[in-house]
């Protein structure tokens, strides 16, 4: 059998114009600069305007992305959408944004990993793409988290943000390269963790649910920082384990953007020096599903990769979930 590449092919991001500042949220809750920097390494987030949905900031990437492969819309095999904040609860984004982008009548799907979500959909392609049916698959991740973040609530309103990611990939035969594993995990046994309560079929909307603000993000953040450096620091491992490689082998890590001091503490943890950990939390804030694809597009934009480079990504995120994925660049 002939080995199979899955190649990134194009890569683009959006983020929405307007920005709001850590100042600026200290006018609408007690919080100040300084807390929010030290706790989290965020000094601003993007904010998509009232009328930008989901598949709107997906569609701003999705063309860079297309864009920057040397394709064209047509010749898309696959989408897959990485969101916690569709459109709506059905139609899936990816159905309105194959339409929106003018692709054929391919797959379109989404996936809800929360901030796994991306590094989940990344491995659905490379599996998928073993199938010669699919030569081109457009991964995304898209949130427009501000659509659920409760603003009166500090302790979670300081951490997020909006923004979409897109990879386009490429399947080519000859020696690996490109995506080469992905470790994923899953463990379900107590989703309040890190939930949004309501308006699903567990709980229905109702004048209660809207009142008792079951519909936002709702979190327990000490537990989730606990877990993230674990499993993310274990799903690495694991990736460089099944590919013979060592810790020091790793020429960049793209972590999911959620918070600095996870982010350092993986690092640590990893035995990876800063300088080689991509952090672009300061800029964003955690765009959930969009963070990782959004830093690596901003990494290749400022010519971080070379040829060959092994670049790991890992993130975590509501599930709980959380994975690794391996590129050879
Ligand atoms: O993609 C996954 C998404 N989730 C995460 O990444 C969350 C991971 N967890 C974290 O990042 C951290 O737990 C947080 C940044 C959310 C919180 O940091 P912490 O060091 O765990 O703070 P804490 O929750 O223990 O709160 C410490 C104090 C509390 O006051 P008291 O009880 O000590 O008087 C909070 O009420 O800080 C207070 N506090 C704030 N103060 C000013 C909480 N939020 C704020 C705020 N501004 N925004």
């Not at 100040?32 to 000094?43: C, L, Q, V």
């Not at 979670?156 to 594993?181: W, Y």
């Not at 274990?234 to 013979?244: G, I, M, Q, Y």
């Not at 350092?264 to 800063?274: D, F, N, R, V």
Request: charged share 20%.
């Amino acid at each position: 059998m002939k080995d199979i590449s899955i190649l990134i092919k194009g890569v683009g991001y959006y983020l929405p114009s307007s920005v709001l500042t850590n100042d600026d949220l200290s006018k609408k809750v007690e919080t100040s600069d300084e807390w929010i920097r030290t706790r989290t390494g965020i000094a601003q987030r993007h904010i998509a305007a009232e009328n930008e949905s989901c598949s709107d900031l997906a569609f701003q990437a999705a063309q860079k992305a297309i864009a920057d492969a040397n394709l064209q819309a047509s010749d898309i095999d696959a989408l897959i959408v990485a969101t916690v904040t569709p459109d709506m609860p059905f139609p899936s984004t990816a159905a309105i944004l194959q339409a929106r982008l003018g692709l054929n009548n391919v797959m379109a799907l989404d996936i809800n990993a929360a901030c796994s979500g991306f590094l989940y959909a990344l491995e659905l392609a490379r599996c998928l793409m073993q199938n010669e049916h699919y030569r081109h698959v457009l991964v995304m991740g898209s949130e427009k988290l501000s659509s659920i973040v409760n603003w009166t609530d500090r302790t979670t309103c300081v951490l997020f943000g909006d923004g979409a990611g897109a990879f386009v990939l490429e399947r080519q035969e000859g020696p690996k390269s490109g995506i080469l594993d992905g470790a994923l995990g899953a463990d379900g046994s107590n989703p309040s963790v890190l939930c949004v309560p309501a308006g699903g079929s567990m709980r229905p909307t109702t004048h209660e649910t809207v009142d008792a603000n079951m519909h936002y993000v709702s979190m327990n953040g000490k537990e989730v920082f606990k877990m993230a450096v674990r499993l993310m620091a274990k799903s690495v491992d694991t990736v460089l384990e099944r590919n013979h490689l060592k810790k020091s082998d790793i020429a960049w890590l793209i972590p999911h953007q959620a918070n600095l001091r996870i982010i350092q503490s993986l690092a640590q943890l990893l035995e990876i020096p800063m300088e080689q950990v991509f952090c672009n939390v300061d800029k964003t804030g955690n765009t959930s599903a969009a963070s990782i694809p959004i830093a690596f597009a901003q990494a290749k934009e400022a010519g971080t990769f070379k040829p060959g480079d092994y670049i790991v990504l890992a993130a975590f995120g509501g599930g709980l979930t959380w994975g690794a994925t391996l590129i050879k660049y």
